[in-house]
């Protein structure tokens, strides 16, 4: 059982199930999205995501036509988003899990949109889009 919550603490959640895919976004969006240089992102499946505390918090934005990002309307904290193409999943904001994870990022994605005043230093593998 995995859990985490936002900066204020009224949103919690927890997930019962395997975190997946553990990567950073370098697109324009994610960029913008948490105001830093990339996101950092994982998959878990949807029925095994709650919101424990703080629903009515949980605001939402689409920033493409087929993705929503939900964030706390108290304190900003981008906290997961869905996509409508594959609705099953949940895109969790890695940042906002409480407690230790026993997976490491399997690479980085969106690449094509870093900026040049940011160079990655790791070794693992690149894709210029997905
Ligand atoms: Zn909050
Ligand atoms: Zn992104």
Redesign the pocket.
Known sequence: MHTG???????TFEIDAEIRRFHHCHCRTCRKAHATVYGSSALVDEAAFRVRS?ED?IAQYASSPDKIRYF??????HVFARCDRDPDQIILRIGALDGDLDIKAIGHIWVSHKPDWYDIADDLPQSSEW
């Open positions: 919550s936002c900066l204020c603490g009224e949103i703080g918090s706390c309307s108290n304190c900003g904290t």
